[in-house]
């Protein structure tokens, strides 16, 4: 659900333990639109440079086969007869790994397993259904096309109306929905309150959701929208925004900028589940990322 960016310029001022300096939102906008450049395409580990998947149900097992030497050729299979450089098995809740036949520990997968130059694959624990534990494995390729010929993520202007205070009203039932994904599987999220503001004159109620039901542990939301723009100049299965920073849950109000409301990942990457929006503001909203498939 939410995407962090650090600014390199706020790293260094915590490792030389300066204060960072104060930014506007607008400031913090710009930064956050670099970073998610880096994202997409320049960081090692950028979304455009998977170039396959593998999602593990319990009981599941994937096979990485590929030709030495040439990057692009390398992806999972699940033929049970597969002979391949690695691989992942899920069995009883825990992750195996074995490469050339032989074990690894199943923690490096969180950070990296090298393959073959300019490859290597990387996992985490992800819901493959609806409240269901599985994994999800990608594999790497520092020269793919995709993220090669990224030309960069396209914004609505900022504009510090889209900047609203809301009222926050809770939901002390804190229910679980379940939400279709793009890749047709479900997940689920808990809706934990109602955010109410008004915006070009019109009062608007938007439900926000979180990833646990626990007020304890509930330190961020997010809202998944669609808008009279979505499937023109906004992506059609909706755009996020977040919410965090409001310290004990629940808050009685929260600042949303939708200036920073964004696509999901499976934009532009097909190897993401993300959920697809069902709440509606009824609103062209002329704030935050714009459609990807379409010239701006």
Same mark, same amino acid.
């Given at each position: 659900?939410?995407?962090?960016?650090?600014?390199?310029?706020?790293?260094?001022?915590?490792?030389?333990?300066?204060?960072?300096?104060?930014?506007?939102?607008?400031?913090?906008?710009?930064?956050?639109?670099?970073?998610?450049?880096?994202?997409?395409?320049?960081?090692?580990?950028?979304?455009?440079?998977?170039?396959?998947?593998? =999602?593990?149900?319990?009981?599941?097992?994937? *096979? $990485?086969? @590929?030709? !030495?030497?040439?990057?692009?050729? %390398?992806?999972?299979? &699940?033929?049970?007869?597969?002979?391949?450089?690695?691989?992942?098995?899920?069995?009883?809740?825990?992750?195996?790994?074995?490469?050339?036949?032989?074990?690894?520990?199943?923690?490096?997968?969180?950070?990296?397993?090298?393959?073959?130059?300019?490859?290597?694959?990387?996992?985490?624990?992800?819901?493959?259904?609806?409240?269901?534990?599985?994994?999800?494995?990608?594999?790497?390729?520092?020269?793919?096309?995709?993220?090669?010929?990224?030309?960069?993520?396209?914004?609505?202007?900022?504009?510090?109306?889209?900047?609203?205070?809301?009222?926050?009203?809770?939901?002390?039932?804190?229910?679980?929905?379940?939400?279709?994904?793009?890749?047709?599987?479900?997940?689920?999220? =808990?809706?934990?309150?109602?955010?109410?503001? *008004? $915006?070009? @004159?019109? !009062?608007?109620?938007?439900?926000? %959701?979180?990833?646990? &039901?626990?007020?304890?542990?509930?330190?961020?939301?997010?809202?998944?929208?669609?808008?009279?723009?979505?499937?023109?100049?906004?992506?059609?299965?909706?755009?996020?925004?977040?919410?965090?920073?409001?310290?004990?849950?629940?808050?009685?109000?929260?600042?949303?900028?939708?200036?920073?409301?964004?696509?999901?990942?499976?934009?532009?990457?097909?190897?993401?589940?993300?959920?697809?929006?069902?709440?509606?503001?009824?609103?062209?909203?002329?704030?935050?990322?714009?459609?990807?498939?379409?010239?701006?």
């Amino acid at each position: 659900m939410h995407r962090y960016f650090l600014p390199a310029a706020c790293i260094s001022a915590v490792l030389l333990g300066a204060a960072a300096p104060v930014q506007t939102p607008e400031q913090a906008w710009k930064a956050g639109i670099a970073d998610a450049n880096d994202a997409w395409a320049k960081r090692p580990h950028a979304i455009l440079k998977i170039q396959d998947s593998a =999602y593990l149900h319990d009981g599941d097992q994937a *096979v $990485l086969v @590929g030709q !030495k030497g040439k990057p692009g050729s %390398y992806h999972w299979t &699940n033929k049970p007869d597969a002979a391949g450089v690695l691989t992942v098995s899920y069995r009883n809740k825990t992750l195996l790994v074995t490469k050339d036949g032989n074990p690894l520990d199943p923690r490096r997968i969180l950070k990296s397993i090298p393959i073959d130059k300019d490859v290597d694959i990387v996992g985490q624990p992800t819901q493959v259904a609806a409240n269901v534990m599985g994994w999800r494995i990608f594999v790497f390729n520092q020269k793919n096309p995709d993220a090669l010929n990224f030309k960069g993520v396209s914004y609505f202007p900022y504009d510090p109306a889209y900047r609203v205070t809301a009222q926050f009203k809770p939901d002390p039932k804190r229910p679980p929905h379940v939400f279709r994904t793009s890749r047709g599987t479900d997940k689920e999220f =808990y809706r934990v309150g109602e955010a109410t503001f *008004v $915006l070009q @004159g019109k !009062k608007i109620a938007l439900p926000f %959701y979180a990833g646990s &039901n626990d007020p304890r542990q509930i330190t961020d939301m997010s809202a998944f929208f669609t808008d009279n723009l979505s499937g023109g100049e906004a992506y059609g299965a909706g755009r996020y925004v977040d919410i965090d920073g409001f310290g004990k849950f629940p808050p009685k109000t929260v600042t949303i900028d939708f200036n920073d409301a964004y696509n999901p990942n499976c934009a532009r990457s097909k190897h993401f589940t993300c959920p697809i929006a069902i709440d509606t503001i009824p609103l062209a909203m002329k704030a935050g990322e714009k459609n990807p498939h379409i010239a701006h």
